[in-house]
């Protein structure tokens, strides 16, 4: 009996020390897993954290290119409205020209038909210049005046600066601050100021002033400014011839003529009209001018004048002329108003004056 027990007892205690062993097997089982899933979410939290700042460093190049890429729509956006911008402007250039060729379409001219004319017209001038250098020659050059231009140049103008009452008659409509229909219309546009200073109207000023320089001392002159109107440069002179001799009047002409700018239309209706106020009609007339009027006495009822409209108004205007008076052109020509040079030569021949039509460097 007590051997059993015995027995008995040391079963008890080997399978508790086997339970024992198992169950710190167990345990240390469980902290080494433990252990290794610690490493395992170190690890992987050290990973997610780079992955985190590297898409944090994309959102960062991201919102950069989103600005170069706002920053380079705003520029496309600038370049579109300008290159409309340079559109529109063509646009109008080209409707400008369009209008221009209408216009000479239906002053029922040919080229051809130009062509002879201007060939006439050269063939006139170089016999004219022919017999003005024989008429030189034998009047020992009491018939020219020289003047100095840029560069020391020499001109021979043929003009006749004689008389005793000289009227200057000077074109200041729009057409005066160029050559070219499309730079009228710019010019027109612009500042006063700048207009002032267009070349073909400072040319025009300089051409008085060389006139008025060249005057006879003794002699009497007033210079008339004329578009759709006419009026003596100097207000309150309307009735009143002036005397060359009197150098601050010319310099008061001159100094109110750079302070006006050219506008309107041109009537030369008008501007002979208002010869006949004067107390007696001139012995010489200088006229400064670009081509053919636009209006007679009234403005036209349309915004466009034919070529035939205009040698209407031009060739009842020269009726109202002093009969006898030497008409003296100085032409500074307008594209597409090829009848106007022939036409003030024809003056010019039938009043025993002169015409001109001078280089861009004159005087």
Not at 108 to 129: F, G, T, Y
Not at 199 to 213: E, F, I, M, Q, S
Not at 282 to 292: K, M, Q, R, S, V
Not at 335 to 354: C, F, I, K, T, V
């Amino acid at each position: 009996m007590a051997r059993r027990k015995r027995q008995s007892s040391t079963f008890n205690l080997s399978f508790l020390d086997i339970m024992s062993c198992g169950f710190g097997a167990v345990v240390l089982v469980f902290l080494i897993i433990d252990h290794s899933m610690e490493v395992e979410i170190r690890t992987v939290n050290a990973e997610v954290l780079s992955e985190v700042a590297l898409l944090e460093e994309d959102i960062v190049d991201g919102e950069a290119g989103l600005v170069r890429l706002r920053n380079a729509l705003t520029e496309a956006d600038l370049e579109i409205v300008e290159a409309d911008g340079r559109a529109r402007r063509l646009t109008d250039e080209l409707d400008e020209y369009e209008a221009l060729i209408a216009s000479i379409e239906e002053s029922d001219v040919s080229d051809s038909d130009a062509i002879a004319k201007l060939q006439a017209e050269i063939n006139q001038l170089e016999e004219e210049i022919r017999l003005l250098e024989e008429a030189a020659e034998a009047e020992a050059g009491r018939s020219a005046r020289e003047f100095v231009g840029e560069g020391n140049r020499q001109y021979l103008t043929g003009l006749n600066l004689g008389g005793q009452r000289i009227a200057i008659m000077v074109d200041a409509s729009a057409s005066m601050l160029s050559n070219q229909l499309v730079n009228v219309i710019r010019l027109r546009n612009m500042d006063p100021a700048l207009q002032k200073q267009a070349g073909k109207w400072t040319r025009t000023l300089d051409t008085v002033d060389w006139l008025t320089a060249q005057l006879p001392v003794n002699a009497q002159f007033q210079v008339i400014t004329f578009n759709t109107d006419a009026r003596p440069v100097l207000p309150g002179t309307e009735t009143q011839w002036l005397e060359v001799a009197d150098t601050p009047k010319l310099e008061s002409i001159s100094a109110a003529l750079r302070e006006q700018v050219p506008a309107g239309g041109t009537s030369l209706h008008n501007a002979f009209t208002a010869l006949s106020s004067l107390p007696n009609p001139p012995d010489n007339i200088f006229l400064l001018t670009d081509g053919l009027p636009t209006q007679g006495e009234t403005p036209p009822r349309g915004s466009k004048v034919s070529g035939n409209a205009r040698l209407k108004h031009f060739r009842d205007a020269i009726r109202r002329l002093p009969s006898g008076v030497p008409v003296n052109t100085i032409l500074f020509p307008m594209e597409g108003d090829p009848m106007a040079a022939s036409e003030y030569w024809q003056l010019a021949r039938a009043s025993n004056g002169s015409f001109m039509s001078p280089s861009t460097d004159w005087p």
